[in-house]
């Protein structure tokens, strides 16, 4: 039986030739055959996997494909190990070809003077017949060497284009304080004490009341019909003090991150898809389902590179920096966005993803980050310098700032290996008590508030990951020369969510209407929501 090295074909060679992808090199969402479908014009930022660490710890790249849910991934570490050996081979192979070749040039050189020198006006001898010989038969050897170190050429080019594709494609190493497995870590609570729930959690009847699909439409604040005649499912208008309440949501956002130094940036929401992926967005999940919006083409554009509706403003943000450098003085670089995110979010409907909860398109405040990757000493820790980590404990007091002057009840996650994308490392999600969503369980007089729990934020930090995709470097500082910088990113407000969670945690249904928390007062001019008062 044939080993797998011996019937080895590069994936350029089979996508070319149209040949079927061995089952371990397909992946939906991540796969080297995906990345080729973007087209990536010679303008495109540079993109610098760190190849050498892959190779030299292709166990531990391997392990952490199996922990992340890339199982199909975990032979690509090998495979660039072995690779990389493969194309060292050549890189030596080729050094005799080559000095034989100069030898060879040197003698043809040589014979073709000779002969021009004394053969021009001579007579045709039996020794001028004898080097005519030599000289063909040092071309010959010229020829094969010639075609012998092409075909090595190419396939040490091959092996290269090779190596670097499956190390794009491998996710980022977790990090120690991630969880392995399925399960996240409770970290703590905000706004709720699990010995002392809210009141609706013992009457599921009380909480499904608290829908805020229901509240939404009986406070003209939310149009689902409508939507779904301009738009379809999975759209929605959102009308009056709805409207309102969005912009509010925004703008209180967007004040507490400047008040901590985040600038403000209104990004575009139409980005080259190659960019989406550099930063770990691929147009299909595990599912193979779609996750990104593609942009038609006309047929004069066809040959232009693919263009996506972004999913987050985290993509065009981290372009920002695409192909430059940043000046370890000016680091850390924090920005703050608010813009509108395209989801395809494909999956059935139920219960717990009704109304606002999943949408195609809404409305989020993003924070995002960039962080010098050097190591600190005690000293400068004590100064205050700024790391990554210390930018996502920032960025993680933010979200919990804004939830608690909420009013949400909320617990904080360290969420598990398995629920990372491609770019984190490490990832915190905040979930807020969602009524409607609260479970009956077997018993009918008994509730699973488990079930009633929902994202409304999330933090992740994405070391170099996106940095050396992008090509963005800082210059400077303590060290000489480059490196990639790492990045965080995270959410202040998606509209949707945080807006049905405030529907829901704040309907008052002895009076029908919604309290308005104090924070927002001021942006929305007025405290409650249904009865027509104004502050």
């Not at 599912?287 to 047929?299: A, F, L, T």
Request: proline share 5%.
């Amino acid at each position: 039986m044939a080993t797998a090295q011996t019937s080895y074909v590069c994936l350029n060679c089979r996508i070319s030739s149209g040949l079927r992808l061995p089952r371990s090199l397909r992946r939906g969402f991540t796969t080297s055959l995906r990345r080729s479908d973007n087209l990536r014009p010679a303008t495109a930022p540079k993109q610098t996997p760190d190849i050498r660490h892959i190779r030299d710890n292709a166990e531990l790249y391997a392990k952490n494909c199996i922990e992340r849910n890339y199982a199909s991934h975990a032979e690509f570490p090998k495979r660039i190990q072995d690779l990389a050996e493969e194309a060292r081979r050549l890189d030596h192979d080729l050094k005799a070809p080559r000095t034989r070749m100069k030898q060879l040039q040197k003698s043809i050189t040589k014979l073709v003077s000779e002969k021009g020198e004394n053969g021009a006006t001579a007579a045709l001898t039996e020794d001028s017949n004898v080097d005519e010989k030599g000289l063909a038969s040092l071309r010959q050897e010229a020829q094969r060497l010639k075609d012998e170190s092409y075909q090595m050429t190419t396939r040490r080019e091959e092996c290269a284009e090779e190596i670097h594709r499956l190390a794009l494609s491998l996710p980022n190493l977790s990090s120690p304080e991630t969880p392995i497995g399925n399960d996240p870590r409770l970290v703590g609570y905000v706004n709720f004490d699990p010995n002392s729930p809210p009141a609706w959690t013992s009457n599921i009847d009380a909480a499904r009341r608290r829908s805020h699909v229901a509240i939404g439409a009986s406070l003209g604040l939310i149009d689902f019909a409508s939507s779904a005649t301009t738009t379809g499912w999975g759209w929605y208008f959102l009308t009056n003090e709805g409207a309102l309440l969005e912009q509010a949501l925004i703008q209180y956002a967007l004040s507490v991150a400047r008040r901590r130094g985040w600038k403000v940036v209104s990004p575009p929401s139409v980005v080259y898809s190659y960019i989406a992926e550099a930063c770990g967005f691929q147009p299909r999940d595990q599912n193979n389902e779609q996750q990104v919006w593609s942009i038609e083409q006309s047929e004069k554009d066809k040959a232009k590179p693919q263009r996506s509706l972004t999913g987050t403003a985290e993509i065009p943000l981290a372009a920002m920096y695409a192909g430059r450098d940043i000046d370890a003085s000016e680091l850390p670089v924090k920005l703050v966005a608010s813009s509108r995110c395209y989801r395809a979010e494909a999956g059935a409907r139920g219960v717990d993803t009704k109304g606002l909860y999943r949408v195609h398109e809404f409305t989020k405040v993003e924070l995002f980050g960039w962080a010098d990757n050097l190591p600190l000493t005690q000293e400068e820790q004590q100064q205050g310098q700024t790391t990554s980590d210390t930018l996502f404990s920032e960025l993680l007091e933010i979200q919990t700032e804004i939830l608690t002057s909420l009013n949400l009840p909320c617990r904080i996650l360290e969420m598990p290996t398995t629920d990372l994308g491609a770019s984190a490392a490490r990832k915190r999600d905040i979930e807020a008590l969602f009524p409607s969503r609260l479970h009956a369980g077997n018993n009918p007089t008994t509730t699973d508030l488990e079930m009633a729990w929902g994202e409304v934020t999330s933090a992740s930090i994405c070391t170099d990951y996106q940095t050396r995709r992008l090509g963005t470097r800082a210059r400077g500082g303590a060290v000489k020369g480059s490196r990639f910088p790492h990045t965080v990113n995270g959410t202040a407000i998606a509209v949707p969510r945080v807006l049905a969670a405030i529907l829901e945690n704040g309907w008052d249904e002895n009076r029908g209407l919604v309290v308005v928390p104090e924070v927002l007062r001021t942006w929305m001019g007025m405290d409650v929501i249904g009865d027509g008062r104004r502050s």
